[in-house]
């Protein structure tokens, strides 16, 4: 089955870190950009940030920017999202996904229909 196994989140105080993985199953990730999403109860799933194929280029949603790091290890089919300085906001399920349409990241946010692989998430939950 061709999808992404996402795991690293989990329980964390406000300013805190997690570090989330997300590893391809079924195919490998060097051909896709990869985006990270998450997605709150009732609301749909937003993607925060992307890395691309090609060159690695990466975009960030503003309420990330300068907090999360993401990066790729195209030997272990993984990815991975540094999640540091944690706000009681970024608690939502976190889902990565393959991009089938584009190959670099530069067009802006992920968007949902571009994506596909998707994983069962991996829920952060930030609270004191």
């Known amino acids: 089955q061709v999808q992404f196994v996402e795991s690293g989140g989990g329980l964390a105080q406000p300013g805190g870190s997690l570090r989330l993985s997300c590893v391809a199953s079924?195919?490998?990730?060097?051909?896709?950009?990869i985006g990270w999403f998450r997605q709150v109860p009732g609301k749909e799933r937003e993607g925060v940030s992307c890395?691309?194929?090609?060159?690695?280029?990466?975009y960030y949603e503003d309420s990330v920017k300068g907090r999360f790091t993401i990066s790729r290890d195209n030997a272990k089919n993984t990815v991975y999202l540094q999640m540091n300085s944690l706000k009681l906001e970024d608690t939502a399920s976190y889902y990565c996904?393959?991009?089938?349409?584009?190959?670099?990241?530069?067009?802006?946010?992920?968007?949902?229909?571009?994506?596909?692989?998707w994983g069962q998430g991996t829920q952060v939950t930030v609270s004191s």
């Open positions: 079924g195919f490998f990730l060097d051909n896709y950009a």
């Open positions: 996904g393959a991009n089938l349409l584009r190959v670099s990241c530069a067009a802006g946010p992920p968007r949902n229909y571009e994506y596909d692989y």
């Open positions: 890395i691309s194929s090609s060159d690695g280029s990466t």
